[in-house]
C-alpha cells in the first residue's frame, strides 16, 4: 500500500511493535538532495530505538565523497547496529528468527538504501512481518512504500516529514 502521509507511517513505526532497520549498500554511497541517505537511517533508529541490520559498508561508512562530504558510519555515531545479509535478515523474517540483533522477531522491517527491484525481491520472501520501504520509487510487493517521486528534492521533503513526525510522535 501506498503510504502518502509520512505522519501515519510515524505514528505506525511508533506503535510499540518490535522495528528493525535494514540499511542497505545504497545508504553510504547517496544523498539525497544533499543530505546523506545515512543520515535518515540514523535519524530513524533513533527516534524509534529500532536497531539497525546493516548491509553493504553502512556498519562503519567513513568514506570521502566526490562531493567533498564524509560520510561517518552508522557505529561511530553510536547507533545500535550489526553487520548482516538482506536475504539472511529476510530468510529469518521467513522462518524461525535466530538473529542477535534482536532477540525477537520484529513485527516491522523497514528497508532503506535498497533499489526497487532488490527491495521487492526481499519483501516478498519475508513471511509474518510487516515491510516498509523508504525509496523514491513504490515498491508493491511492500506492506507499505512511499509512492514514486519524480525528484530527490520530493523524496528528501518525505524523509523529512517522516523524521519530523517521529520526534512529534
Known sequence: MSVKDPSWLAQHLRSGKRVLIMAGALCDKLDVDGKSLLDYVADISKKTNAPIAATGNTVTGLRQRATGNTVIGLRQR?????????IEMANFAHRDWH???????????????????????????????????????????????????????????????????????
Open 78 to 86: 553510536g547507533i545500535d547496529v550489526k553487520k548482516a545479509w538482506a
Open 99 to 169: 538473529h542477535p540483533i534482536m532477540e525477537k522477531k520484529p513485527q516491522i522491517m523497514v528497508l532503506v538504501g535498497y533499489s526497487p527491484l532488490l527491495a521487492s525481491n526481499l519483501v516478498s520472501v519475508v513471511k509474518g512481518v510487516e515491510t516498509v520501504v523508504l525509496g523514491d520509487k513504490y515498491v508493491e510487493a511492500a506492506t507499505y512504500s512511499l509512492p514514486d517521486k519524480d525528484s530527490y528534492k520530493a523524496w528528501r521533503k518525505e524523509l523529512d516529514d517522516l523524521v519530523g513526525a517521529l520526534g512529534k510522535s
